[in-house]
C-alpha cells in the first residue's frame, strides 16, 4: 500500500468514526450510557501499516516438496487438514463465544466536538453568571496610586517631549544680544518670529551678562544668522547630553491591571415529555432517542449544565433523569401544563438574567381542545429562551387530531428561537438535532433559500 493509499485510508477511518456516531444516534441502544460517560460501539477496523516487500524469501510455488500444487495462489501455503476460514475452535468447529466489539469512549465534550463536526453545528455558548474577576494586562492608567506601578517610562517620555518643545539654542539667542541696537524685547521678538521658544524673562536674565564691547559686534540679525551656526536639539543632545528633563507631576501615571469578569457558562435545559395513553412504545423510543444526545451534546458545551425533566399527561410533574427516559403513563393531553410548571421552575431556581436556557417538549402532537392557542404559545412567549423546541413524533405521519406542532410552527414561523421537528423513524432523529441547534441566522437562512 503506497504513502497516498494510507493516508486515504487514516481520512476514511475519521470518516467511519462520524458515521458510527451518527448510526448510535439512529439505531444504537442509548441505555449503555450515562450523562458523564458515553460509549459509541465501533466496527473494529485494521489501521494500514507499512511492510517491507520480501523479495528475498522463497520462490513462486510452496506446495509439497517444494511444487505449488494446481491453482494454488503463488506466495500462499497450502490448505492443511484442520484449516478452517472462520472463527471456529481448534477442531475446526464453529466458535461458540461472543465476539469482542470495540467503543469509542466519550465525555460530553467530546461527544459535542463530534456532533458539531458530523452536522456542522456552530453553536458558541455565552457565559452570563460572573463567578470571579480576574486581573489582566496592565493596560488601565490612573493619575494616582503607589509608587511600584508608576509608569516611568511614559513619564519620562512626556518629560523629553516637553524638553525637546521648549529647548533652544542659547548661545545663538545670544549672539543676536550682540546685534548692534537692539533691545531685550526687540530679540524676543525677532527670537518668535523665527519660531525660538525662549522667554523675554530668560532674555532679559542673560542681557546684562554680555559686555558693552560685546555690543554692536553683529550690525544686523540677518548678518549675525549668515556668521553663525545655528544647532538642532539633537545635535545639542549629543553633545551635552540629557543635563536634565523637566517632569511635571501632571505627568504621572500610575498602572492598573485590567479588570476581565469571568463568566461561566451555565445552562439549564427543560425536558419536557408527553405521557399520556397516545405516546405508544415507538413514539416513547423516538423521544429518548432525540432528546438524550441533546442532552449529551449541551452538557458538552457549557460549563455548568443542570437539566429539569417535566412529565405530562393532563396533568404536569417532575421526575428524575431516570424516570424520564422509561416512564408510561395514559390519560389524556394538556401540554400547557408542563409549560406552567416550567414556567414557575425557571422563576424560581434559573434566572433568565444568570442562565441559559433551553426549553424541549415532545410528543405525538396530540392535545386537548384549545390548549395550545389558549395557553401553550402565550406561555411559549412567557418564557425567556435561547431556544424553544417541539418534536413531533409521530411514525407513518400525523394523525388528523394530531395539531399541535403545527400550530405552534404557525406562531412562530417569524422566530428564529423556535423550532419545530418532526420524527417519524431513527432516520429522522440526527437531522431533528440539527434543526434545533442550528443557531437561529442558519434557521432563516435555510428557510428563504
Known amino acids: 500500500m503506497g504513502l497516498r493509499e494510507d493516508l486515504e485510508r487514516f ?12 448510526s448510535f444516534i439512529r439505531y444504537g441502544d442509548l441505555s449503555g450510557s450515562n450523562s458523564d460517560e458515553i460509549e459509541i460501539p465501533i466496527k473494529v477496523v485494521d489501521l494500514p501499516e507499512f511492510k517491507y516487500d520480501q523479495l528475498d524469501r522463497g520462490g513462486v510455488g510452496q506446495g509439497q516438496g517444494g511444487t505449488p500444487d494446481v491453482g494454488q495462489p503463488v506466495g500462499q501455503p497450502q490448505p492443511q487438514p484442520g484449516d478452517g476460514d472462520g472463527d471456529g475452535d481448534e477442531d475446526g468447529e464453529p466458535g461458540e463465544e461472543g465476539g469482542e466489539h470495540g467503543y469509542y469512549e466519550m465525555d460530553p465534550e467530546e461527544f459535542a466536538e463530534e456532533l458539531d463536526e458530523e452536522l456542522g453545528l456552530d453553536l458558541e455558548p455565552k457565559g452570563k453568571e460572573v463567578i470571579e474577576e480576574i486581573e489582566g494586562d496592565f493596560t488601565d492608567v490612573t493619575r494616582t496610586g503607589p509608587n511600584s506601578t508608576l ?9 523629553l517631549k516637553r524638553k525637546l518643545a521648549t529647548d533652544f539654542d542659547e548661545e545663538f539667542v545670544r549672539e543676536a544680544m550682540r546685534v548692534a541696537g537692539e533691545t531685550p524685547e526687540s530679540v524676543y521678538r525677532w527670537c518668535r518670529e523665527e519660531n525660538i521658544l525662549v522667554s523675554l524673562p530668560w532674555i532679559e536674565s542673560e542681557w546684562d551678562k554680555i559686555s558693552d564691547d560685546e555690543r554692536g559686534r553683529w550690525d544686523s540679525f540677518e548678518e549675525m544668522t549668515d556668521n553663525v551656526e545655528r544647532s538642532t536639539a539633537v545635535q545639542r543632545i549629543r553633545r551635552r547630553g540629557l543635563r536634565e528633563i523637566p517632569f511635571r507631576r501632571d505627568d504621572e501615571r500610575y498602572r492598573h491591571p485590567e479588570i476581565e469578569e469571568k463568566k461561566q457558562k451555565n445552562v439549564v435545559v427543560v425536558n419536557i415529555r408527553d405521557v399520556s395513553g397516545s405516546m ?6 423516538l423521544v429518548e432517542r432525540t432528546f438524550t444526545p441533546l442532552d449529551w451534546y449541551l452538557q458538552g458545551k457549557y460549563d455548568n449544565a443542570e437539566f429539569v425533566y417535566i412529565a405530562h399527561d393532563a396533568d404536569a410533574w417532575e421526575v428524575d433523569r431516570e424516570e424520564f427516559f422509561g416512564i408510561r403513563s395514559g390519560g389524556g393531553t394538556r401540554i400547557s401544563s408542563a409549560y406552567e410548571l416550567a414556567k414557575q421552575v425557571l422563576e424560581e431556581q434559573y434566572p433568565w438574567a444568570e442562565w441559559n436556557r433551553y426549553v424541549f417538549a415532545a410528543g405525538d402532537s396530540e392535545n386537548s381542545s384549545n390548549d395550545t392557542t389558549e395557553r401553550v404559545i402565550p406561555l411559549m412567549r412567557d418564557i425567556p429562551a435561547n431556544r424553544h423546541a417541539y418534536v413531533e413524533t409521530q411514525p407513518g405521519g400525523t394523525a388528523i387530531n394530531a395539531t399541535h406542532a403545527e400550530e405552534v410552527d404557525r406562531a412562530f414561523a417569524d422566530d428564529g428561537d423556535v423550532v419545530v421537528a418532526s420524527v417519524g423513524s431513527p432516520e429522522d432523529v440526527t437531522d431533528a438535532i440539527y434543526e434545533i441547534l442550528q443557531p437561529a441566522s442558519a434557521k432563516a437562512k435555510a428557510e428563504t433559500s
Open 280 to 285: 405508544r412504545e415507538t413514539k416513547r423510543e
Open 11 to 22: 481520512r476514511e477511518v475519521g470518516e467511519e468514526r462520524r458515521e458510527d456516531l451518527e
Open 151 to 159: 509608569d516611568f517610562e511614559r513619564l519620562f517620555k512626556q518629560g
